[in-house]
């Protein structure tokens, strides 16, 4: 089955520090969604991005889905921006999402 | 307009035991889905339906039983909870068309002793 990993697994920010969170996956997909995960556990969307490129105030995202991979920006961090982040990729001819690892992160005041 | 509501939101019980969690959806959604999460995971997919009265597996489905008797309903039932499905679980709900952008419900903290 397909496989979705993400990188780094583990992120320390200084608040104010940009960084780019990654997503690989080892099949075709039809569709990419990006979640926040916040300390009380709830699941925030941050996009649905198939492919291209979206902004949403200090994040952004751009999926390449003939290479594999999507990216999440976060620009100017902020304490509130830590958690897990997750991507997850539907799969073509289904109805079903495989999410990925995830990405810990932690910013730091 | 509540979006995905899980009920409830916490439970203990004991091995052996059954119960039923409850997702409900007013987005008039036609795809909804039951996920698990285990400390320091992902999600894993437990089953989904797409459409009232169609259930199908998921990744993880052994031990649960699902029905989507209305629309805006899906139930997850556990006959006989084990220690191994002590976990967070999860409902989403989305619609076909234009995009599958999943919503998510608040999660159910479920632990079997």
């Known amino acids: 089955g397909i496989q979705v990993e993400q990188s780094p697994p583990d992120l320390i920010l200084q608040e104010g520090a940009n960084s780019t969170l990654r997503c690989n996956f080892s099949d075709s997909v039809n569709n990419l969604q990006w979640f926040h995960q916040n300390p009380w556990g709830q699941l925030i969307n941050l996009f649905y991005?198939?492919?291209g490129t979206k902004q949403n105030g200090r994040l952004s995202a751009t999926t390449v889905a003939t290479e594999r991979y999507s990216l999440l920006y976060i620009s100017s961090s902020q304490t509130t921006d830590s958690g897990v982040y997750f991507c997850a990729v539907g799969l073509p001819g289904t109805y079903k999402y495989i999410f990925g690892t995830g990405t810990r992160l932690k910013v730091l005041a | 307009n509540a979006g995905v509501t899980q009920t409830p939101k916490f439970r203990v019980l004991k091995t052996g035991q059954s119960m039923t969690l409850l997702c409900a959806q007013d987005m008039n959604h036609e795809y909804m889905y039951w996920y698990r999460q285990d400390p320091g995971m992902g999600l894993r997919l437990i089953h989904y339906s797409v459409g009232e009265g169609t259930t199908a597996k998921g990744e993880v489905p052994d031990g649960y039983n699902v029905s989507r008797l209305k629309k805006q309903n899906f139930l997850l039932g556990l006959e006989s909870a084990a220690p191994s499905q002590t976990s967070v679980y999860f409902c989403?709900?989305?619609?076909?068309?234009?995009?599958?952008?999943?919503?998510f419900g608040p999660g159910t903290r479920l632990t079997v002793t």
């Open positions: 989403a709900s989305t619609n076909p068309g234009q995009d599958y952008e999943q919503y």
């Open positions: 991005i198939p492919s």
